[in-house]
């Protein structure tokens, strides 16, 4: 009997999913087993619609729905930072984690109930386990927020609702219904913070500027791109006047918008700021220079791989290892950010993803000069999952590196950072994407001979993987003065292992789910449990 791939990746969520909640066990982890289960039945029904082409909209094919894996990343995010804030004592983001966390349910519940709407026969079966389900989580929502943060979490809820209309309609093929919720519930919850900032009555003075270029990077891009995308079905994108029109927009969408409402949130000129900050530091002029350095060894990557195959008359597409390359850069660039200056790489990282969201956009448009270039150089680089109209690979390698760093928060990490297994978490995106998923995919392809039942990927590379992980973060510890693993090591590498098999099975964006994972699922828990034993024992200054 033939072992189904999907059943496995089930299995696997589901053993993550309860390592986590023996660790750091509150009043919602009920709802989220619940919502697991019922997530798992709403999977089937997806992948049934997917097969037969009765979906809303046009997904990406070649892969099931994983509606599972990605219903518990943003709810079990949430219960992760609840954890150190409550380690920490600091109240006011506990609450928020809370918001994140019946969010993120709310999310995958509103998902479940439009498979369950367009799927006939009705399934009455998967519609009582969904309706229970939905039950628990309404009725630990009414005893655990206030008027409030419901009032938040449905916000974040019609946001997305809009947001899932407009993008899926204007970007087919582009997700699955599980990478849909990923992004979009991400980008709809940006943007509810960042409208909830812009009209607080009061700035904390005290807050740090850096944490709000995110926000503002991303709902300019997504302004910039559903702007374009719509006006564009009504004129030609690829003429003169409309290049100059494109950028005569983004630039006034910068300068007129996007500078103005960071100098609002700020307090400060962002030109000004960010001068200064790059230039605190002879440090950070040294990792500038370096990292622009990879930039261009990046470029000559790209140009190098297209001369070797212009002289070709049939259409080819560079080998495994070739794209493995560009994780490797990761890695050379974002190891040394990590452990020298952490501020100024998650500033270049906010940098690096406008950058590549804005050249999509051109690429995708075919804006003048650079549209039809790229175009042609990138097209070497596709493969099957780029079976959209946007390319959406190199951003999720960016943003599975640079995820596990934005979404460590500095209130909720003691003043000698986090103890256990936590002081990895800035470094899962580059474990699980630079090391891990590079080495098993390199050595799967070229020694791998043992196949996991099911799929294509091997017990060779994923056993690599696990020991590459490994031997990284052996590195880190000896690199990295503040990470303490405090006989953290079982948990640290059966983390690593349960991922790396969620990596052998899964059918959705490696570079997205993989990151969202190991530092949230195998790593907080122990996290949490060094730090409230160090806690306990009086051994750590709190803030």
């Known amino acids: 009997m033939q072992t189904d791939p999907v059943l496995v990746e089930s299995l696997v969520v589901f053993s993550i999913v309860l390592c986590v909640h023996m660790a750091v066990w509150n009043q919602l982890s009920w709802c989220c087993i619940a919502l697991a289960v019922q997530a798992f039945y709403v999977q089937l029904k997806w992948d049934r619609l997917l097969r037969t082409g009765a979906a809303v909209f046009h997904f990406r094919p070649s892969a099931n729905s994983g509606v599972l894996s990605a219903s518990m990343v943003i709810p079990l995010l949430g219960l992760a930072l609840k954890g150190h804030c409550v380690a920490v004592g600091n109240v006011y983001f506990e609450r928020f984690a809370m918001v994140i966390t019946v969010t993120g349910m709310m999310l995958a519940l509103f998902l479940s109930l439009i498979a369950l709407g367009i799927t006939r026969p009705v399934p009455t079966n998967t519609c009582v386990i969904a309706g229970i389900a939905g039950s628990a989580i309404l009725y630990t929502v009414k005893q655990t927020l206030t ?11 019609l946001i997305f609702v809009y947001l899932s209309l407009i993008l899926l309609y204007l970007l087919p093929r582009c997700f699955t219904p599980g990478e849909a919720l990923l992004v979009l519930g991400g980008v709809s919850f940006i943007i509810n913070q960042l409208i909830k900032r812009s009209l607080a009555s009061t700035v904390n003075a005290n807050a740090d500027p850096l944490h709000f270029f995110l926000p503002v990077a991303v709902v300019g891009c997504v302004l910039l791109g559903v702007f374009f995308a719509i006006l564009f079905l009504f004129m030609e994108s690829e003429t003169w006047a409309a290049s100059v029109f494109f950028h005569l927009m983004t630039a006034v969408l910068g300068l007129g918008l996007l500078v103005p409402w960071l100098s609002l949130l700020t307090q400060h000129h962002p030109v000004a700021w960010i001068f200064h900050f790059i230039t605190l530091t002879n440090t950070r002029l040294w990792l500038l220079a370096y990292w622009s350095a990879l930039a261009l060894v990046a470029v000559v990557v790209v140009l190098r791989q297209n001369g070797r195959c212009s002289g070709s008359s049939k259409k080819q597409q560079v080998s495994t290892t070739v794209r493995k390359y560009f994780h490797l850069l990761v890695v050379l660039t974002f190891t040394p950010g990590l452990i020298l200056d ?129 031997i990284a973060v052996v590195i ?60 306990r024992e009086g051994l750590e200054e709190i803030i």
């Not at 946007?390 to 951003?395: A, D, E, P, S």
Request: charged share 15%; net charge negative; proline share 6%.
């Open 147 to 157: 008027v409030s943060e419901v009032i938040e979490v449905l916000e974040v809820l």
């Open 342 to 470: 952490r501020p100024l790489l998650h500033l270049a990282a906010v940098a690096c993803l406008a950058a590549f969201i804005f050249l999509e956009l051109v690429r995708f448009f075919r804006i003048r000069p650079l549209g039809t270039p790229l175009r042609r150089l990138l097209a070497l680089f596709l493969d099957e999952r780029d079976s959209g109209p946007l390319i959406f690979t190199h951003i999720y390698l960016l943003l599975g590196v640079s995820l596990p760093l934005w979404l460590s928060p500095a209130p909720c990490i003691p003043k000698g950072g986090m103890g256990g297994a936590g002081g990895l978490v800035p470094y899962a995106g580059v474990l699980a994407v630079g090391v891990g998923d590079t080495v098993a995919s390199v050595f799967g392809s070229t020694v791998g001979e043992i196949r996991w039942p099911g799929t294509k990927k091997t017990f060779e590379g994923t056993a690599t993987s696990v020991f590459a992980q490994v």
């Open 476 to 535: 880190f510890l000896i690199a990295d003065g503040s990470i303490n693993l405090n006989a953290s090591y079982s948990w640290v590498v059966g983390s690593i292992a349960m991922v790396a098999m969620l990596e052998a099975y899964t059918s959705q964006i490696d570079n997205l789910l993989l990151p969202l994972y190991e530092p949230r699922v195998g790593l907080p828990g122990m996290a949490v449990r060094d730090e409230l034993y160090l806690k």
